[in-house]
C-alpha cells in the first residue's frame, strides 16, 4: 500500500521552529520529486516548497524562503520540512506529496503529483 504520513505539526509561539516529516510506505521516495504545500482556512493551497530526486535541487515559495528548508533522508524514506521563525501566517495544514517525475515542477507549485498525505496542523499564535 503506498501512502505517506506527515508529522510534526503543532502549536507554537511567533519566531518558534518546527520540523515536520514525510515518511514514505510501499514505494521508495528517493525516486520521486517531493514538495510540500499549505492550506489556511478560506484560503487557497500554497506550494511552498520541493526537491528533486535527480540532483537534490531545492525550491521555495518568497513566503517562506530563509526561513524553511526542505531535505531528504534516501535511507529513512522520508522528507522533512525544518521551518524557522515562523509566523501566524504561516498556519495552516501542511501536505506532503510526491510525483511520478525525479523533478520539481520548475518550482514549489502543486503540479503532478500523485500521491499525498493526510496533513498535519501547524499553528502560530501568541
Known amino acids: 500500500q503506498v501512502e505517506l504520513v506527515e508529522s510534526g505539526g503543532g502549536l507554537v509561539q511567533p519566531g518558534d521552529s518546527l520540523r515536520l516529516s514525510c515518511a514514505a510506505s510501499?514505494?521508495?521516495?528517493?525516486?520521486?520529486?517531493v514538495g510540500w504545500s499549505r492550506q489556511a482556512p478560506g484560503k487557497e493551497r500554497e506550494g511552498v516548497a520541493c526537491i528533486s530526486s535527480s540532483d537534490g535541487s531545492t525550491y521555495y515559495s518568497d513566503s517562506v524562503k530563509g526561513r524553511f528548508t526542505i531535505s531528504r533522508d534516501n535511507a529513512k524514506n522520508t522528507v522533512y520540512l525544518q521551518m524557522n521563525s515562523l509566523k501566524p501566517e504561516d498556519t495552516g495544514v501542511y501536505y506532503c506529496?510526491?510525483?511520478?517525475?525525479?523533478?520539481?515542477?520548475?518550482?514549489?507549485?502543486?503540479?503532478?503529483?500523485?500521491?499525498w498525505g493526510q496533513g498535519t496542523q501547524v499553528a502560530v499564535s501568541s
Open positions: 510501499g514505494f521508495t521516495l528517493g525516486y520521486y520529486a
Open positions: 506529496h510526491a510525483r511520478g517525475d525525479p523533478d520539481c515542477p520548475g518550482g514549489p507549485e502543486v503540479v503532478g503529483y500523485q500521491n
